[in-house]
């Protein structure tokens, strides 16, 4: 689904050049969950952004679906993103003129389906909103605003969904909604989530470690992730992401000994 090879970044800072990611190579499967976590400054947001066709790789491949993004032109890569990947920003990234429902149908429209709107009234349904259809997002809380940009990422059917901290700026309870919707989303298209979050990142199928740029370590937490036989126990209660259990201990796999 999603294949990278000697995937690096590097930007100019007057006479030097930092880079901000080298070496890196992964393989994700279809509707595979896997969380991108590392320390602040480590590459996270910027490895997310270039898989998603966001921004440009200084070296290296980024293989969707069987396309090679690194060669297309930005027409064609624009066209590739409306119709196979959905992002959700940790800042929501809503359109303040808009409502509700017009922010999610705005994937739709692009596409020119003419189905947008009552595709958009379905996931505002979906994700619990749909009696805030007509609600503008200065009318919306954080939780509300997450919801309704999770739903626009949604309402075309990406075949691979990129989540950058979406649960950064909400409550506990807030956090806990938004992940079940998006485990949900998980059984339709290939998750690929950036958190700080180690309880959230332990709900994913893996997770990819990075440190100053390179993948530090690849953790395996199991086909669904190890917190998601008890994630909806938790949902139920409210009380934020489950914590690990015992029994489902990750196995580290250095990235020198073993590829994703």
């Known amino acids: 689904m999603l294949y990278?090879?000697?995937?690096g970044r590097d930007y100019r800072r007057g006479d030097s050049v930092l880079t901000v990611l080298d070496g890196v190579a992964l393989n994700i499967k279809e509707r595979e969950f896997v969380a991108i976590t590392g320390p602040s400054g480590s590459g996270k947001s910027t490895l997310l952004g270039l898989l998603a066709g966001l921004d440009r790789p200084s070296r290296g491949q980024i293989v969707v679906?069987?396309?090679d993004i690194t060669a297309l032109s930005e027409d064609r890569l624009s066209?590739?993103?409306a119709r196979?990947?959905?992002?959700?920003?940790?800042s929501?990234?809503?359109?303040q003129t808009l409502t509700a429902l017009e922010n999610v149908r705005v994937p739709a429209e692009l596409l020119r389906d003419a189905a947008a709107a009552a595709r958009a009234a379905e996931w505002l349904q979906r994700v619990g909103?749909?009696?805030?259809a007509a609600h503008y997002p200065a009318q919306l809380s954080g939780g509300e605003m997450q919801r309704v940009a999770i739903a626009r990422a949604s309402i075309t059917h990406p075949r691979i969904l990129?989540?950058?901290?979406?649960?950064?700026?909400?409550?506990?309870?807030?956090?806990?909604?938004v992940m079940d919707i998006?485990?949900?989303t998980n059984r339709r298209s290939t998750l690929v989530l950036v958190t700080h979050n180690p309880q959230l990142a332990a709900l994913a199928a893996r997770e990819i470690q990075l440190r100053d740029g390179r993948i530090h370590r690849i953790i395996e937490h199991g086909r669904r992730g190890k917190g998601a036989a008890v994630h909806s126990k938790a949902a139920a209660r409210s009380k934020g992401i489950p914590k690990r259990s015992s029994a489902g201990r990750a196995r580290a796999v250095k990235s020198g000994k073993s590829r994703p």
């Open 92 to 95: 929501f990234h809503l359109i």
């Open 65 to 67: 679906d069987g396309i």
């Open 4 to 7: 990278v090879e000697n995937l």
């Open 129 to 132: 909103l749909g009696d805030r």
């Open 79 to 81: 066209d590739l993103r």
């Open 84 to 90: 196979k990947m959905g992002f959700v920003f940790q």
């Open 182 to 184: 998006l485990l949900e």
């Open 162 to 177: 990129f989540a950058d901290e979406p649960t950064g700026n909400l409550d506990s309870q807030n956090g806990q909604i």
